[in-house]
């Protein structure tokens, strides 16, 4: 697992300011602890993640850092100011999009995001941000009648107009089709590149590699691991990750005489399925059949690919982010 150590004195001075910082966070539900002493910092400018299980307190945390919560215990600053003291100046400069968004059925597409952007004394012009979310065709369709993936790309929109300094998306691309997640990548990206910061939940791999500067692995809410997402995948200690079954599940090698085998630094067993973290496939894969062979066992199946942050997620977690 990655650990962070403090910035060098000397190195401080040259990183970005933080858009947001808490520390010794705290959110209790009656006996469940959804959040328990979590420090997190984002820097202005990057896109960070923040992945973990339902439960893990991913949404809660985030809550808590848009205004919605009030923490048990810790502190939390965002954009240099405190929700105390700085909630009006706050609200003028985030955009929200929450997990669930409930919007008016009746009113159109146009009038909602219109709606949205009358509350801020800055913003983008309504139809500028329709045709970012692809719902120019759909601007005088009311709410009611769309499908849920735009009802998510109307939320984004409702996000988007106040042209924010710091946007907050809890699982934004969840029910978009394949073009329109790309099409919302592209817009984050184009959103991060203007200098603006962008924290994001996710349940898609592949979203976090592509759009993310940092991402934060959480669990029952602590950070189990940060960094870049090389860094977290390089932290596994090899770069191929070597699944395998056995046919009728006998005749298999105990933990310790898989680990043995050339190569391989991590094992790892999930319903009758073997993964090995390996550095050279084609060291490990002829020592693993030479011995399998050797015990009269034959395999069920057998599949490799590059380490990614799903293996990481597996590895810190025990599940997979999607199992849910």
């Known amino acids: 697992m990655l650990s962070r150590s403090s910035p060098d004195p000397d190195l401080s001075s040259a990183l970005p300011p933080a858009a947001v910082r808490c520390r010794g966070l705290i959110k209790r539900y009656d006996d469940v602890v959804a959040v328990d002493g979590l420090d997190l910092e984002v820097r202005s400018g990057e896109c960070f993640g923040l992945l973990g299980p339902n439960g893990a307190g991913k949404t809660t945390t985030i809550e808590i850092l848009e205004g ?9 600053e965002v954009l240099g100011l405190t929700w105390a003291h700085g909630a009006r ?3 003028e400069r985030l955009g929200v999009q929450l997990q669930e968004t409930r919007l008016a059925d009746k009113l159109t597409v146009e009038e ?10 800055r913003g983008r012009p309504v139809q ?5 979310v692809q719902l120019t065709e759909k601007r005088r369709s009311w709410v009611s009648r769309l499908s849920s993936g735009q009802r998510q790309r109307l ?6 107009v106040s042209e924010p300094d710091l946007l907050f998306l809890d699982e934004p691309t969840t029910g978009l089709d394949p073009q329109s997640r790309r099409s919302l990548w592209e817009l984050i ?58 046919a009728d599940g006998g005749g298999g090698l105990s933990d310790a005489e898989l680990r ?7 094992v790892r067993e999930s319903n009758g399925r073997i993964a090995l973290t390996v550095r050279e496939v084609h060291t490990t894969v002829p020592a693993l059949l030479d011995e399998l062979r050797r015990r009269g066992a034959s ?5 490799t690919h590059h380490a990614t942050l799903e293996d990481v997620f597996m590895v810190l977690t025990g599940r997979r982010l999607r199992d849910e």
């Open 68 to 76: 919605l919560l009030e923490p048990d215990a810790g502190s939390v």
């Open 89 to 91: 100046a706050l609200r």
């Open 112 to 121: 909602t995001v219109r709606l949205f952007r009358s509350f801020y004394r």
């Open 128 to 132: 500028e941000v329709l045709e970012a």
């Open 155 to 160: 939320a984004v929109a409702c996000a988007l």
């Open 189 to 246: 990206e184009r959103f991060r590149a203007a200098g603006r910061t962008v924290l994001l939940t996710t349940h898609y791999m592949e979203e976090a590699a592509r759009l993310c500067d940092r991402v934060a692995i959480m669990d029952h809410g602590r950070i189990l691991a940060l960094g870049t997402p090389a860094e977290l995948v390089a932290s596994l200690g090899a770069e191929h990750v070597l699944e395998f079954s056995l």
């Open 260 to 266: 043995a085998l050339p190569g391989v630094t991590r």
């Open 299 to 303: 395999l069920a199946s057998l599949s």
